[in-house]
């Protein structure tokens, strides 16, 4: 059985791009939640999927956006970069309540 | 709203000590409880989670946490520190399945522990 995996590990991306970030699911889980992690924080919750629809979100502007796919693999999309979307971006899987996480990709945008 | 507070940022034991993070929670439904550890550059780990049934939860790692509702406390121990226990902890918590499914996360506290 395979755990969460996220792509990519480090990303650098400059004020104004489009970011992608992608998160395979634990097999068997069918929600996904994506949360950001700054620096010296804990992880603040972006939005969850549950079966493809969207099943809650944090206090995030609408330019973070993110799509499940039938497989419920993931994706995370940032329009518009700000600095302060500089993070570690965490992926989760779950099933029955309980969360695990992917190793994170690291954004950083100059 | 549920929140979470870690008391005590930094904490720093002898290797061979007693470890202690502690977490109050709010939560207005009948909550899940979690212990995740981050090593540096590294995602979250799950170390013991509370969801329902005896509210002592023994962990990964030697880790332990007594779920007491009265308190609504959620502390996380371990009798012996070791070295390799050197990380930041994170508390969090959920209304569980069929509730809202997301995490809260307390702040941190960064362990360090000392030869």
């Known amino acids: 059985e395979t755990g969460v995996t996220q792509s990519p590990t480090h990303l650098i991306k400059t004020r104004g791009q489009q970011v992608t970030l992608r998160c395979s699911s634990q097999?068997?889980?069918?929600?996904v939640s994506w949360y950001q992690q700054a620096l010296g924080q804990g992880p603040q919750f972006i939005f969850q999927?549950?079966?493809?629809?969207?099943?809650g979100r944090g206090n995030f502007p609408p330019r973070f956006s993110g799509l499940q796919f039938p497989n419920y693999s993931s994706e995370l999309n940032v329009n518009a970069l700000e600095l302060d979307d500089s993070a570690l971006y965490l992926c989760?899987?779950?099933?029955?309540?309980?969360?695990?996480f992917g190793a994170g990709t690291r954004l950083s945008v100059l | 709203a549920q929140s979470v507070t870690q008391l005590g940022s930094h904490v720093s034991v002898s290797e061979g000590a007693l470890v202690l993070l502690r977490c109050n929670y709010s939560?207005?439904?009948?909550?899940?409880l979690f212990w995740y550890v981050q090593y540096p550059n590294q995602g979250l780990q799950l170390l013991l989670k509370?969801?329902?049934?005896?509210?002592l939860v023994k962990g990964i790692n030697g880790f332990e946490a007594e779920f007491k509702k009265s308190e609504t406390s959620f502390h996380l121990t371990k009798p012996s520190a070791h070295m390799s226990d050197a990380a930041e902890y994170f508390c969090?918590?959920?209304?569980?399945?069929?509730?809202?499914?997301?995490?809260?996360f307390g702040k941190g506290t960064k362990l360090t522990v000392n030869p």
């Open positions: 989760a899987s779950s099933l029955y309540g309980v969360q695990y």
């Open positions: 097999s068997g889980h069918n929600t």
């Open positions: 999927y549950y079966r493809e629809e969207e099943n």
């Open positions: 939560s207005s439904v009948p909550p899940y």
């Open positions: 509370y969801t329902t049934g005896a509210t």
């Open positions: 969090a918590v959920s209304e569980g399945q069929g509730g809202s499914e997301k995490l809260v």
